[in-house]
């Protein structure tokens, strides 16, 4: 807090054996009764990315990835990567053939699902099994990306039109990485939320979803700038513009 001391959500945090935010995503998918999703979205996010692309085989583990992608947001997709392994890999000997089969690496997949395990009953202490309950079709996509955003406040872009580049809080250009579905895109969401950014030769976003910008307004107040403009009082109806300027370009909210 302002006085330097441990609040309570911060010793929440330090009980969770995962990165402070990723810690802090948690707390907020509890709260948003999205738990289980943002339990396996966390553990995918803390280990080396499981799926592998062969120099020679570049094609297949493409179209094999394919079907796992959501077209809105990386997140989603890994759900749903989770929800396909669990219904096709009930033992060790299939989740190996699950793996050859669609380019994946069997050891990364395994920690996968004992850090998800580990996170369920130890570090939430939720006193069941989670493998296999998320349903992708089913879950709350949007209280989902709240909570993400919770733990990643600053992690915004913004669509610049005309130079076709998004940038973030603090006036860094970037692209979505070339692997992410939001790449595809032609038509580029405005407002994306990314996990972090990669630099190479360039300066890319891995891991990025499509988001309302208005959430800030619930999970990070405190980050925002606001000033009143264009207020017109009338005996019926009072108008107010509130706008945000903690972020690129210009949010009017009524």
């Known amino acids: 807090d302002k006085d330097g001391k441990l ?70 997709t890994i759900i749903n990567l989770w929800c396909e392994t669990e219904k096709n890999a009930s033992s060790n000997g299939a989740l190996r053939r699950f793996c050859k089969d669609n380019f994946l690496n069997y050891r990364r997949m395994r920690d996968w699902r004992n850090l998800v395990e580990e996170l369920t009953l130890d570090a939430i202490g939720k006193d069941k099994t989670l493998l296999g309950e998320v349903d992708f079709e089913k879950f709350d996509r949007e209280n989902f990306h709240i909570a993400l955003l919770t733990g990643l406040p600053r992690n915004l872009g913004h669509w610049n039109v005309e130079k076709r580049e998004y940038e973030d809080m603090q006036g860094r250009k970037f692209q979505c990485f070339p692997s992410s579905a939001l790449a595809k895109l032609k038509q580029k969401p405005e407002w994306i939320l990314f996990f972090h950014l990669l630099e ?6 891995l891991f990025n979803a499509e988001i309302n910008p208005e959430y800030l307004l619930v999970t990070s107040p405190q980050l925002l700038k606001k000033s009143y403009s264009a207020i017109n009082f009338n005996p019926a109806i009072t108008a107010s513009f509130v706008i945000l300027t903690s972020c690129p370009g210009i949010l009017l909210l009524l």
């Open 7 to 76: 609040t309570d959500i911060g010793a929440e945090i330090a009980q969770i054996p995962l990165d402070p935010h990723l810690g802090r995503i948690l707390i907020e998918g509890n709260k948003r009764k999205v738990l289980d999703e943002t339990i396996v979205c966390s553990a995918f996010l803390s280990i080396v990315d499981p799926r592998e692309r062969p120099f020679d085989k570049q094609t297949q583990a493409d179209t094999a990835h394919k079907k796992f992608k959501d077209e809105s947001s990386d997140f989603s």
């Open 200 to 205: 190479t030769k360039n300066l890319y976003s």
